[in-house]
């Protein structure tokens, strides 16, 4: 084991045992890493280093822009400030709460620079929810935008562990800005050890109960030198945007870590749903578009304004994507969506394919440095296009802190994602569905994604989700929740009219014998579908 520059040991001293970690990959030229690394040096400071410190890096509206030198400054000053009045020792927990602004982007890399471990949180998260990440995490310090103060103070007297709460983007005396007036701008970060913690990442809750996942400065490394690097490969003169939050892992990698990888610049928006985003690419000249399917289908309306703009590349994930929205994009756009399948405990995405190599229906393939199989209940690798679990290995993997359920997603030192997948003999990968959202009705396997993605495709569907629900005669029955597109009648002629529409798109034995239309969906913050929450109503 490498030196730790931690004097705080508690994240090194909850890892998980090494017999229960994944193995790890590190074949490629890229992945292999010196022993001393502090990832924020790689990705801000070797910029300004290489005499590249007058780029732009970050944007974002009412005309805020920040060069890779100007974000160094402000990233210097948080570390120092960190280090010198509020008490942070290497190895400590910040958590890190705020829209997707700037001074998120300079509070992650002053306390990465400080050696600190950054615990980011959902903007929408309330204090109950900050008092399990802050308990569970032992976090120590906090830095706040003042706009979602309320809720950290609610957590804070329940949580003595928190001692230093500081607030940015406040005008005031106390704000962090004033403090950050104080330092000198100068900084040299501590010496971290590749191997030391730099990041507490929860997951998004599609279970309902988070997990910390915990992830190395050589983590950060190796995810750049993966997706962005064989699939996406940015320019220096790329625009990112994108509406995943920096809390999550899509997000801190889309909006800040990948465009940084290559000197390139980022909008971050405080809010993004669809109409931010049109108005974002279009007033920023944004070329990589990072979000999720449901964005993809409303923005694909917007097709013959995007097509005017610079947009080029845009990826998704968070959640399945559909072939209808796939196909939609590319109609309204002319731009072939990339897809990629990732995980918090992973920390980015690791089967995908690039335009070029896309295949209707497929996901892709494993991301170079990584490599998946799909798996029976044994553990044995299944014959080409035989569903079953998907199962991964890579420079990256699973560390859950302090959790039993550590032996549930990684086992013989694999990753078990949660996911049913085949695999053709291509080496593409297939998503079926959740391995949880296996409908088994009258001895038939029904996949949830395959019957939502019919139903899809008829004009009268905005949104949809399938679950199955208990069913005396054939064990389980599909059942469809529908969000029908304004002007729609919610009827039972309506619910036949998708039955018998579904019907004729797949095998008949997959249709939902019962449809709900609902307003809306339950969806987490990162737009991921919460079937767990519709099992439960029923």
């Not at 302090?402 to 080496?427: F, I, K, S």
Request: proline share 7%.
């Amino acid at each position: 084991m490498i030196r730790s520059a931690h004097t705080d040991t508690f994240a090194r001293d909850h890892l998980p045992a090494p017999e229960a970690q994944p193995q790890f990959l590190f074949d490629l030229p890229e992945l292999q890493f010196p022993e001393r690394l502090n990832c924020a040096t790689e990705l801000l400071d070797r910029h300004i280093a290489e005499g590249r410190g007058d780029r732009v890096v970050i944007r974002a509206p009412g005309g805020l822009v920040w060069t890779y030198a100007e974000l160094q400054d402000r990233a210097n000053r948080i570390a120092e400030l960190l280090v010198g009045e509020m008490g942070l020792v290497p190895g400590n927990r910040v958590l890190l709460r705020a829209p997707n602004n700037p001074m998120l982007a300079a509070c992650w890399f002053g306390v990465i620079k400080a050696g600190g471990i950054a615990v980011g949180t959902m903007p929408l998260l309330r204090a109950k929810e900050l008092k399990a990440i802050i308990e569970k995490g032992q976090v120590t310090h906090a830095l706040c935008d003042a706009a979602l103060a309320e809720e950290l103070a609610l957590a804070c007297p329940d949580v003595p562990v928190l001692r230093q709460v500081r607030h940015f983007n406040e005008p005031g005396p106390d704000g962090l800005e004033a403090a950050m007036a104080r330092q000198t701008g100068r900084f040299t970060h501590v010496d971290t050890a590749a191997d030391d913690c730099c990041l507490f990442a929860f997951t998004s809750g599609t279970t309902g109960i988070p997990k910390a996942t915990m992830h190395f400065h050589r983590d950060v490394m190796a995810v750049c030198a993966g997706f962005p690097r064989h699939i996406l490969r940015p320019r220096p003169d790329d625009v990112f945007i994108g509406s995943p939050p920096l809390a999550f892992t899509f997000g801190l990698g889309g909006l800040l870590l990948f465009p940084m990888t290559v000197g390139a610049s980022t909008v971050l928006l405080e809010k993004a749903g669809p109409p931010q985003l049109l108005e974002g690419i279009k007033a920023f000249g944004a070329t990589t578009l990072f979000t999720a399917p449901t964005s993809y289908r409303t923005l694909a309306a917007r097709g013959t304004e995007l097509r005017r703009t610079p947009l080029r590349q845009c990826v998704s994930a968070g959640e399945v994507l559909p072939a209808a929205t796939r196909a939609q994009w590319r109609e309204a756009t002319g731009i072939e969506l990339i897809d990629g399948i990732g995980a918090t405990e992973l920390l980015h995405i690791f089967i995908s394919a690039d335009e070029a190599h896309s295949r209707p229906g497929a996901t892709g393939r494993a991301v170079p440095g990584y490599r998946a199989r799909v798996v029976g209940d044994d553990g044995q690798e299944l014959a080409p296009s035989t569903v079953g679990k998907l199962a991964v290995q890579g420079p990256t993997g699973c560390r859950y802190l302090d959790d039993a359920r550590q032996a549930g997603y990684v086992r013989d030192g694999w990753n078990l994602t949660g996911d049913a997948y085949l695999m053709d003999a291509d080496g593409y990968f297939f998503y079926q569905a959740r391995t949880d959202d296996m409908i088994v009705s009258a001895g038939y396997n029904i996949a949830s994604p395959e019957v939502e993605d019919a139903l899809m495709t008829h004009p009268a569907v905005a949104e949809c989700a399938v679950i199955g629900v208990p069913d005396e005669e054939r064990g389980q029955i599909v059942k469809a929740f529908v969000v029908l597109r304004p002007g729609q009648q919610a009827d039972d002629a309506m619910a036949r009219v998708l039955q018998d529409h579904v019907k004729q798109a797949i095998a008949p034995y997959k249709y939902p014998r019962a449809v709900a239309f609902r307003s809306d969906l339950p969806r987490t913050q990162t737009g991921k579908l919460q079937r767990f929450k519709l099992k439960e109503s029923e």
